[in-house]
């Protein structure tokens, strides 16, 4: 019973970050497109509306197999976010799959565009993930550990990013 009610009012506080950085507690009816977003919302990030990808008759079995890898953490996503959505869910399980779309995008291509692409999105989330990490630090929901968990992740994705940038020169 105490679990359910502190789960209930982690949801109350939680519900609002979401809101915050771009809805992502909101059906998507309700989330205003990015054209005409409100000052100060921020979208969701771009990994979070992922779709499967189609297997073409011509791949072979490693294409197949990247694929299937990848549409599967797109279903688990989908499914993480809906949950999410009903409070049912928690915003790190939805920014853990994520990051399993993007390792699995990543593997889809070596052209060094493509691969840049992905990581532009990674950034994208880890500053989101940060960005909720710092709010929640501040109302005493996470540990100091827990922050600094999220910078890590946000900096070793820009540590990321540059290298493939260097590399694609």
Do not use: C, W
């Amino acid at each position: 019973m105490v679990l359910t009610i502190s789960r209930r009012l982690g949801y109350l506080i939680l519900a609002p970050l979401l809101i915050l950085v771009g809805g992502l507690a909101v059906p998507s009816e309700a989330v205003p497109s990015q054209d005409k977003k409100p000052a100060g919302k921020e979208a969701a990030p771009a990994v979070l509306k992922a779709e499967p990808l189609k297997i073409e008759p011509g791949d072979d079995e490693l294409a197949k197999l990247l694929r299937q890898r990848y549409n599967a953490a797109v279903a688990e996503l989908q499914a993480r976010n809906k949950a999410l959505e009903s409070g049912n869910g928690t915003v790190e399980d939805s920014f853990g799959v994520a990051r399993k779309v993007l390792r699995s995008e990543l593997a889809l291509s070596d052209k060094p565009a493509d691969r840049i692409a992905v990581r532009e999105k990674h950034l994208e989330l880890e500053q989101a993930a940060e960005k909720i990490a710092t709010i929640r630090f501040h109302a005493g929901k996470i540990t100091d550990a827990d922050l600094a968990a999220a910078r890590y992740l946000r900096l070793d994705a820009e540590v990321q990013l540059l290298k493939a940038k260097r590399k694609a020169k």
